[in-house]
């Protein structure tokens, strides 16, 4: 009880200090005169009675401390005092100050921007509800793209049957392209996205919509009237954020179709399961009506029973594979999925190729870190040089050692803190505009914010970094022998040379930490100039594709092609007139997008391999779409005569060319010789190119072009090859499109270089952010350099006086400067370099091309930081050989 | 002889006594009485009766009003509070037994002595 009243008055009185000291002071005064009265009664003298008074009450100021320490707070007045106090040297030394500051900040803010991806993407769960039940089920990946990946209708209800681990599995249609849906509220209709899933989707998902519903199984079955959920934001671009959207219903692809709800805003399909682009709606996929027929069309998702381990999911997965059918109307088709139905988590399926990558990102910035404390710890090691006098008069005066270490931290706390909030909110920006770079091939890059894991990092960093920073010279300081530093009043002391051996040590750290960062972002550099520079086996620039609508609508399959035929000749012609168009054709599916595969045709008469391999990806194309991508072709191109009527005709690429001539046993090569698939013959009349369907840095795959003359084609995007820059025609040819179909939606004019990029912006992006910590690790050092140098130039005045004025010439004075700071960097480069080659071999899965000691690399970067260093060392030594030698010999 | 180093807490249990036996008293009077009480065998810093007084005034021990001292100069009286009181004689009863044990143990160790001889 009395402890509890005692601390409430300690509060109180911590907070009124000022009246309690002066009430202090009088009864201490009081004290001392009734004492002085008393001893001058027993006779003492004036002088003496207050003397005495004095040594009884044992000293004033202890007097006051202890009263202050039993009455208030007195730890928090000395940090309230330190606080005080660092405020105020620091702001009389305001260019050291801003400078740690900004180093600080720049390090801090690296390192949460870093920290807030790493968190988004790896350690967040995903932003579903019980998210770490959900699995992505897959074959191992292999060569045949997303058919590989997919699975049939049939498989997916006979998987639903056998397997017991799954509260519910569900998928989606995996080859939806871009603009596949177009909304009609008149005039030019609108191209949109859609996905088609499984009714039960979002049951799941667990992902509840934020306004109507979701699916129903009623909403798939097979003649249900059109409905569709929006995303939030197409619903907010498009619909203006319609409050009553919910039983309105719209023209798309000319059908009026219900709106039966709206997503919530944190459910981003795109995000999660296609990173970089944006899908607007969500429709059924009606299982029981054509796509039945379409052969692996769906991807699987499950939901795994409470308590269900991986390993039993995998093993259950591994039982049910047997009964599941490509199709069931083929017997033969049954037990193909074998040891192809595998359950990952879905969040290692979404983002654990990223894993090393951002790994890799986070050692730089702690590198970074590392850099920015080591900078500081010279920074402030050359201040307490300067302000040793100082410490030693405080030492001299009774301040404990603990008390000085704990001012020297107070004032390195000071400047983190201000380091960190400079950098929360340098990378509050970076990553409000990462969130917003949709265009990069990453998941959940949208979902980056800052949030309270990322606070509690700063914080974390800030702290470990004051510590690292200001311990050492701190302890320095306070360890110093109060009479030496006092006596040490400069140059040549061993004192002060002590001081530089420690400032040399930390900059050949910094020196060595660069040059492993500038090593590993050449590297990646490297691997990126290798990337642009491969054969993709088209040529990107100056081509440029846009998605075409057209109604092939007709009662036989046979008048269908016909019709089609007729429209893409149509469009074909047209556009070619267009001035500036050197080629153009039109294919169903581009590279580096959505693909598909048929099983494998073989040549007639020759019997597959035992072990089948995956089939070429399927393209069907027009006549003139090869050379529009400027894909090479021996033989012949596809004609207007190669129709429904004539001879079935297909281009093969070199791979898949060399496969089956090599299993026919064909001398001269595939052209003019006949394989057979689903017992068709097809004529091959030309080998391609082996094109990157997939990916720019995997190896080419087999591909088969079919006539869009002679194949249903999955929709068509019409690409030009142009000697003019690809936005210039757009305008022309939207009007030739819509003169020929007025339905043709404003579809976006795509360059085909944009799917590179697309492709390739992962590896960009990394690249792109290790390259710019690697220049700030550089700047960060140079630094360091510049200011060992020239602090050490400036101990060094006088001896530099002596030598000139005994005939040392400038030149001689520069190079000996120049000298000393080249030895430092060669040290730190070689500790580097050896360090590289360790580190580099950690980084080797992530080099493309580019050998983990790839020699240019290494001379590069080191030959490159040397060079830095130099001109670091260099300003500090020409301001030597101005010295002066009767000024120097003067001064001290 | 060295002085006496005062134990952890005895200055707060002498202040109370102090004040209980004199009546109201300013710092300077508690300190002198102290040291003649103690035969000037306590090794006392004036100036920390200061803290201990703020010790026990924080708990409600004792309370204080500024007034005027017999040759007329203003000072801080101290004066003991019902609470004070009652403290104090909890504190007493506390220090008697202890004393008590320490005696016997004392003693313990003088027939052991004796007991050797």
């Given at each position: 009880?009395s402890?509890?009243?005692?601390?409430?008055?300690?509060?109180r009185?911590?907070?009124?200090?000022p009246?309690?000291?002066?009430?202090l002071e009088?009864?201490?005064?009081?004290h001392?005169?009734?004492?002085?009265e008393d001893?001058?009664?027993r006779?003492?003298s004036?002088?003496?009675?207050?003397?005495?008074?004095?040594?009884?009450?044992g000293?004033?100021e202890?007097?006051?401390?202890?009263?202050?320490?039993?009455?208030?707070?007195m730890?928090?007045?000395i940090?309230?005092?330190d606080?005080?106090?660092?405020?105020r040297?620091?702001?009389?030394?305001?260019?050291?100050?801003i400078v740690?500051?900004?180093?600080?900040?720049?390090?801090?803010g690296a390192n949460v921007?870093v920290?807030?991806?790493?968190?988004t993407l790896?350690?967040?769960?995903?932003?579903f509800?019980?998210?770490e039940?959900l699995?992505?089920?897959?074959?191992p990946?292999?060569?045949?793209g997303?058919s590989c990946?997919?699975y049939?209708?049939?498989a997916?209800?006979?998987?639903?049957m056998?397997?017991r681990s799954?509260?519910?599995?569900?998928?989606?249609f995996?080859?939806?392209?871009?603009d596949?849906?177009?909304?009609?509220r008149?005039?030019?209709?609108?191209?949109?996205?859609?996905?088609?899933?499984?009714?039960?989707?979002?049951?799941?998902?667990?992902v509840?919509?934020?306004m109507?519903?979701?699916?129903t199984?009623?909403?798939?079955?097979?003649g249900?009237?059109?409905v569709?959920?929006?995303?939030?934001?197409w619903?907010k671009?498009?619909?203006?954020?319609?409050?009553?959207i919910?039983?309105?219903?719209?023209?798309?692809n000319?059908?009026q179709?219900?709106?039966i709800?709206v997503?919530?805003?944190?459910?981003?399909f795109?995000?999660v399961?296609?990173?970089?682009?944006?899908v607007?709606?969500?429709?059924?996929?009606?299982?029981?009506g054509p796509?039945?027929?379409?052969?692996?069309?769906i991807?699987?998702i499950g939901?795994?029973?409470?308590?269900?381990?991986?390993?039993?999911?995998?093993?259950?997965?591994?039982a049910?594979?047997p009964?599941?059918?490509w199709n069931?109307?083929?017997?033969q088709?049954?037990?193909?999925?074998k040891?192809?139905?595998?359950?990952?988590p879905?969040?290692?399926?979404i983002?654990g190729?990223?894993?090393?990558s951002?790994?890799?990102l986070?050692?730089?910035v702690?590198?970074?870190l590392?850099?920015a404390?080591?900078?500081?710890?010279?920074l402030?090691?050359?201040?307490?040089a300067?302000r040793?006098?100082?410490f030693?008069m405080?030492?001299?005066?009774?301040?404990?050692?603990?008390?000085?270490?704990?001012?020297?931290?107070?004032?390195?706390?000071?400047?983190?803190?201000?380091?960190?909030?400079?950098?929360?909110?340098?990378?509050f920006a970076?990553?409000?505009?990462?969130?917003h770079q949709?265009?990069?091939?990453l998941?959940?890059?949208?979902?980056?914010r800052?949030d309270?894991a990322?606070?509690?990092?700063?914080?974390?960093?800030a702290?470990?970094?004051a510590?690292f920073?200001?311990?050492?010279p701190?302890l320095?300081?306070?360890?110093?022998?109060v009479?030496?530093?006092l006596k040490?009043?400069?140059?040549g002391?061993g004192h002060?040379r002590?001081?530089?051996?420690?400032?040399?040590?930390?900059?050949?750290?910094?020196?060595?930490l660069?040059?492993?960062?500038?090593?590993?972002?050449?590297?990646?550099?490297?691997s990126?100039?290798?990337?642009?520079?491969?054969?993709l086996?088209?040529?990107?620039?100056?081509?440029?594709?846009?998605?075409?609508?057209y109604?092939?609508?007709a009662?036989?399959?046979?008048?269908g092609?016909l019709?089609?035929?007729?429209i893409f000749?149509q469009?074909?012609s047209?556009?070619?007139?267009i001035?500036?168009?050197?080629?153009?054709?039109?294919?169903?599916?581009?590279?580096?997008?959505?693909?598909?595969?048929?099983?494998?045709?073989y040549?007639?008469?020759v019997?597959?391999?035992?072990?089948?391999p995956?089939?070429?990806?399927?393209?069907?194309?027009?006549?003139?779409?090869?050379?529009?991508?400027?894909?090479?072709v021996v033989?012949?191109?596809?004609?207007?005569?190669?129709?429904?009527?004539?001879?079935?005709v297909?281009?093969?690429?070199?791979?898949?060319a060399?496969f089956i001539?090599s299993?026919a046993g064909?001398p001269?090569?595939?052209?003019?010789?006949t394989?057979t698939?689903g017992g068709?013959?097809l004529r091959?009349?030309?080998v391609?190119?082996?094109?990157?369907e997939?990916?720019?840095?995997?190896q080419?795959?087999w591909q088969?072009?079919?006539s869009?003359a002679?194949?249903?084609?999955?929709?068509a995007?019409?690409?030009?090859?142009?000697?003019l820059?690809?936005?210039?025609?757009?305008?022309?040819?939207?009007r030739?499109?819509?003169?020929i179909?007025?339905k043709?939606?404003?579809?976006?004019?795509r360059p085909?270089?944009?799917l590179?990029?697309?492709?390739n912006?992962?590896?960009?992006?990394?690249?792109?952010?290790?390259?710019?910590?690697?220049?700030?690790g550089?700047?960060l050092?140079?630094l360091g350099?510049y200011g060992?140098?020239s602090?050490s130039v400036?101990?060094?005045?006088?001896e530099?006086?002596?030598?000139?004025?005994l005939?040392?010439?400038?030149g001689?004075?520069?190079?000996?400067v120049?000298?000393?700071?080249l030895?430092?960097a060669?040290i730190?480069v070689a500790?580097?370099?050896a360090?590289s080659?360790?580190?580099s071999?950690?980084?080797?899965?992530q080099l493309?091309?580019?050998?983990?000691?790839?020699l240019e690399?290494?001379?590069?970067?080191?030959l490159?930081l040397l060079?830095?260093?130099?001109?670091?060392?260099y300003?500090p030594a020409?301001r030597?050989?101005?010295i002066n030698?009767?000024?120097?010999?003067?001064?001290? | 002889?060295a002085?006496?180093?005062l134990?952890q807490g005895t200055?707060?249990l002498?202040?109370?006594?102090?004040l209980?036996s004199?009546?109201p008293?300013?710092?300077?009077?508690?300190a002198?009485?102290?040291?003649?009480?103690?035969?000037?065998?306590?090794?006392?810093?004036?100036g920390?009766i200061?803290?201990?007084?703020?010790?026990?005034?924080?708990?409600?021990?004792?309370a204080?009003?500024?007034?005027?001292?017999?040759n007329?100069?203003k000072?801080?009286?101290?004066?003991?509070?019902?609470?004070?009181?009652?403290?104090?004689a909890?504190?007493t009863?506390?220090?008697e037994?202890?004393?008590?044990?320490?005696?016997?143990?004392?003693?313990?160790?003088k027939?052991t002595?004796?007991?050797?001889?």
């Amino acid at each position: 009880m009395s402890e509890i009243r005692r601390l409430l008055k300690r509060l109180r009185a911590f907070a009124s200090k000022p009246s309690h000291d002066a009430d202090l002071e009088a009864e201490l005064a009081a004290h001392l005169e009734l004492a002085i009265e008393d001893n001058m009664a027993r006779g003492l003298s004036a002088v003496e009675a207050r003397r005495v008074a004095l040594v009884s009450l044992g000293g004033m100021e202890q007097a006051k401390d202890q009263h202050r320490e039993a009455r208030g707070l007195m730890k928090l007045d000395i940090l309230l005092l330190d606080l005080k106090y660092a405020l105020r040297t620091l702001g009389r030394d305001p260019g050291f100050t801003i400078v740690a500051v900004l180093i600080l900040a720049l390090a801090i803010g690296a390192n949460v921007s870093v920290f807030s991806v790493v968190n988004t993407l790896l350690l967040r769960p995903l932003p579903f509800a019980r998210a770490e039940q959900l699995v992505w089920i897959a074959p191992p990946p292999t060569k045949c793209g997303m058919s590989c990946a997919t699975y049939s209708a049939d498989a997916y209800d006979e998987f639903r049957m056998y397997s017991r681990s799954y509260q519910d599995v569900t998928g989606y249609f995996a080859f939806s392209s871009a603009d596949n849906l177009s909304l009609n509220r008149g005039g030019v209709p609108i191209p949109a996205t859609s996905i088609d899933v499984i009714a039960n989707f979002f049951q799941v998902l667990g992902v509840h919509a934020a306004m109507g519903r979701t699916f129903t199984a009623d909403d798939a079955r097979d003649g249900a009237p059109p409905v569709v959920l929006l995303t939030n934001p197409w619903w907010k671009r498009q619909f203006a954020a319609d409050p009553n959207i919910v039983g309105k219903a719209f023209d798309m692809n000319g059908k009026q179709t219900t709106v039966i709800g709206v997503l919530p805003a944190s459910f981003d399909f795109g995000a999660v399961f296609a990173p970089g682009t944006k899908v607007d709606a969500i429709t059924p996929l009606d299982l029981y009506g054509p796509p039945r027929d379409w052969g692996n069309i769906i991807t699987f998702i499950g939901r795994l029973k409470a308590g269900v381990s991986l390993a039993q999911a995998q093993a259950d997965a591994q039982a049910a594979a047997p009964h599941m059918c490509w199709n069931n109307k083929q017997p033969q088709s049954c037990g193909q999925y074998k040891d192809a139905v595998v359950p990952v988590p879905l969040k290692t399926y979404i983002s654990g190729k990223l894993n090393r990558s951002l790994v890799l990102l986070w050692s730089a910035v702690g590198a970074i870190l590392l850099i920015a404390c080591v900078n500081l710890s010279n920074l402030l090691l050359a201040r307490a040089a300067a302000r040793s006098k100082e410490f030693a008069m405080r030492g001299a005066l009774g301040a404990s050692r603990m008390r000085i270490v704990r001012q020297l931290l107070t004032e390195s706390l000071m400047l983190s803190g201000a380091g960190a909030l400079v950098g929360l909110g340098l990378a509050f920006a970076l990553i409000t505009w990462l969130a917003h770079q949709g265009s990069i091939a990453l998941p959940l890059l949208d979902t980056l914010r800052i949030d309270g894991a990322a606070l509690g990092w700063t914080v974390l960093i800030a702290v470990f970094a004051a510590v690292f920073f200001g311990l050492v010279p701190g302890l320095r300081m306070a360890g110093n022998n109060v009479q030496e530093a006092l006596k040490d009043s400069g140059p040549g002391s061993g004192h002060g040379r002590k001081h530089e051996r420690v400032r040399a040590v930390l900059v050949v750290t910094e020196v060595a930490l660069a040059c492993v960062l500038l090593v590993g972002a050449g590297l990646l550099l490297r691997s990126f100039l290798k990337v642009l520079e491969v054969d993709l086996g088209f040529q990107p620039d100056r081509a440029a594709a846009v998605k075409m609508d057209y109604d092939d609508s007709a009662p036989t399959p046979l008048a269908g092609a016909l019709k089609r035929t007729a429209i893409f000749q149509q469009v074909l012609s047209r556009v070619s007139a267009i001035p500036g168009v050197d080629a153009a054709g039109i294919t169903d599916y581009l590279p580096l997008g959505q693909n598909r595969a048929w099983g494998t045709p073989y040549p007639k008469g020759v019997k597959p391999p035992e072990k089948a391999p995956a089939g070429p990806l399927v393209y069907v194309v027009t006549r003139g779409y090869l050379r529009a991508m400027g894909t090479r072709v021996v033989g012949r191109d596809f004609t207007w005569d190669d129709g429904p009527k004539s001879e079935n005709v297909v281009i093969i690429n070199q791979s898949y060319a060399r496969f089956i001539s090599s299993l026919a046993g064909w001398p001269n090569g595939a052209i003019g010789q006949t394989i057979t698939s689903g017992g068709q013959d097809l004529r091959i009349i030309g080998v391609a190119d082996d094109v990157h369907e997939e990916s720019v840095e995997g190896q080419a795959g087999w591909q088969i072009y079919y006539s869009a003359a002679q194949q249903a084609s999955s929709g068509a995007q019409l690409v030009l090859r142009t000697n003019l820059p690809p936005a210039v025609l757009s305008n022309s040819v939207m009007r030739t499109l819509r003169a020929i179909n007025p339905k043709q939606p404003a579809a976006e004019f795509r360059p085909i270089q944009m799917l590179v990029e697309h492709a390739n912006s992962p590896r960009r992006f990394f690249m792109m952010l290790v390259a710019s910590f690697a220049t700030l690790g550089l700047i960060l050092a140079a630094l360091g350099i510049y200011g060992v140098i020239s602090y050490s130039v400036t101990r060094q005045t006088q001896e530099i006086g002596i030598r000139m004025a005994l005939g040392a010439g400038m030149g001689q004075v520069q190079r000996q400067v120049l000298a000393g700071t080249l030895r430092l960097a060669i040290i730190g480069v070689a500790l580097g370099a050896a360090a590289s080659l360790f580190v580099s071999r950690m980084i080797a899965s992530q080099l493309f091309a580019t050998a983990p000691w790839d020699l240019e690399t290494f001379v590069a970067m080191a030959l490159g930081l040397l060079l830095v260093a130099a001109i670091s060392g260099y300003i500090p030594a020409y301001r030597a050989s101005r010295i002066n030698p009767m000024t120097a010999l003067r001064s001290n | 002889m060295a002085k006496l180093d005062l134990l952890q807490g005895t200055l707060d249990l002498m202040v109370l006594q102090t004040l209980a036996s004199m009546g109201p008293l300013h710092g300077y009077g508690i300190a002198r009485r102290i040291e003649q009480v103690s035969g000037n065998e306590v090794m006392l810093n004036q100036g920390t009766i200061y803290a201990a007084l703020v010790r026990l005034e924080q708990r409600g021990w004792i309370a204080s009003s500024w007034g005027t001292s017999d040759n007329n100069r203003k000072a801080k009286f101290y004066t003991i509070t019902a609470a004070g009181k009652r403290q104090l004689a909890a504190d007493t009863r506390y220090w008697e037994r202890l004393t008590g044990v320490m005696d016997r143990l004392f003693d313990m160790g003088k027939d052991t002595e004796t007991g050797g001889a």
